[in-house]
């Protein structure tokens, strides 16, 4: 890949801290400005998710929500504020994104994103962060991603607890979690600590500047577990399902 277009003044001074970072350098954020990232839901995680994607540089950044913000989401989804309530989610953070670096081309997609139209959505990106709150968006995101072979960053919050997942082919989210649970608890229900969103959504970015920069050892393959009441972490393998209807087999299932 030959290197883009040498950086401005004003560019330099904003990714100073990135340019002396022997992991990153010149070399890695020309890569992280030439990316182009999906973020589907821009809730609890695609919230600080897309505040750090965004403040890293990278070059192309979509998010994508059907929703508009509402009081309780103040508690934890830090891009929007009081007075975003009523606005659609895309709006309100395309326009917090754009006032953080305006050298970042974002575009906001008021949509759900399902299995109907997963695939086209997602052809053509670099990389996905999948923040959503249902399985079946969870599901339908990864399908595509496997499909498409697109790389995904997959994160999940309930409670005290929260997950980070990178998948990168085999084994896919649907390895994982194969159908929808029968019982699945909701933050509306059960409720979440707002700080636990902004721990997994700045992870879930960091994996996702990783993937892009080739910095370090990603989550690929694993899955990443904090406990946040007794300040645990712990890593464990993900295994590939032979049965997989995404990755497993012939592959002739998903999306």
């Known amino acids: 890949m030959s290197p883009g277009p040498a950086f401005s003044d004003a560019e330099v001074e904003r990714y100073a801290r990135h340019l002396v970072l022997r992991e990153i350098g010149g070399p890695g954020q020309q890569k992280l400005r030439a990316a182009r ?27 994508a929500d059907p929703d508009r913000v509402e009081t309780s989401n103040l508690q934890r989804q830090v891009i929007f504020t009081t007075t975003d309530r009523g606005r ?25 994103v399902d299995a109907s139209n997963a695939r086209d959505l997602i052809d053509g990106f670099d990389l996905v962060l999948d923040g959503t709150d249902d399985f079946a968006t969870r599901l ?27 998948f990168t082919g085999r084994p896919c989210y649907r390895c994982l979690v194969p159908e929808i649970p029968p019982e699945v608890e909701t ?3 059960v409720g979440v600590i707002g700080a636990l969103a902004g721990v997994i959504g700045a992870m879930m970015a960091l994996e996702a500047i990783k993937l892009v920069t080739g910095a370090g050892e990603s989550l690929a393959g694993r899955l990443l577990v904090y406990d946040a009441l007794s300040a645990v972490t712990r890593t464990v393998r993900v295994a590939p399902d032979p ?13």
Not at 89 to 94: E, H, I, N, P, S
Not at 140 to 164: E, K, N, Y
Not at 244 to 250: E, F, L, Q, T
């Open 243 to 255: 049965h997989c209807p995404s990755c497993g087999g012939d592959q002739t299932g998903g999306v």
């Open 140 to 166: 339908a995101v990864s399908d595509a991603c496997t499909a498409t072979g697109t790389p995904l960053v997959s994160g999940a919050i309930g409670r005290w607890t929260g997950q980070v997942g990178v």
């Open 37 to 63: 990232i999906l973020i589907v839901g821009m809730g609890g995680l695609g919230a600080p998710a897309s505040l750090y994607l965004a403040a890293a540089g990278v070059g192309g950044l979509v998010i």
């Open 187 to 189: 933050c509306q229900a």
């Open 88 to 112: 659609s989610k895309v709006d309100a953070g395309l326009r917090r994104l754009t006032d953080l670096n305006p050298h970042v081309e974002t575009q906001a997609l008021q949509l759900t």
